[in-house]
């Protein structure tokens, strides 16, 4: 499985970005998929996700410091993911990774990440 982010970039605190994941490869056997943030000097945290992607879309889950603002979503027909981030602030400052698990292949997919820079 091969991800490829893009819709990172540069916005003013209260703005919006909308995130896109293009995966390609084996994507029948993706089970779950996610947006993962790691800023400068801290770990990569989840910040999104949908699992049970093959049972037809979990529940959504989101990190406590993004809900109400950021809202994931999916495009099967695509095989794209989103990350619609609404009322941005600085501390959303990070890079952007997409994320896939195979549980058929027990293994992590990740993106090439995209920056996301919110000025106050």
């Known amino acids: 499985v091969q991800l490829v982010e893009s819709g990172g970039g540069l916005v003013q605190a209260g703005g919006s970005l909308r995130l896109s994941c293009a995966a390609s490869?084996?994507?029948?056997?993706?089970?779950?998929m996610g947006w993962y943030r790691q800023a400068p000097g801290k770990q990569r945290q989840l910040v999104a996700a949908?699992?049970?992607?093959?049972?037809?879309?979990?529940?959504?889950e989101y990190a406590d410091s993004v809900k109400g603002r950021f809202t994931i979503s999916r495009d099967n027909a695509k095989n794209m993911m989103y990350l619609q981030m609404n009322k941005l602030k600085p501390e959303d400052t990070a890079v952007y990774y997409c994320n896939a698990y195979s549980r058929s292949y027990d293994k992590q997919y990740w993106g090439q990440g995209t920056q996301v820079t919110v000025s106050s």
């Open positions: 949908v699992t049970s992607i093959t049972s037809g879309g979990g529940s959504p």
């Open positions: 490869g084996r994507t029948f056997s993706i089970n779950a």
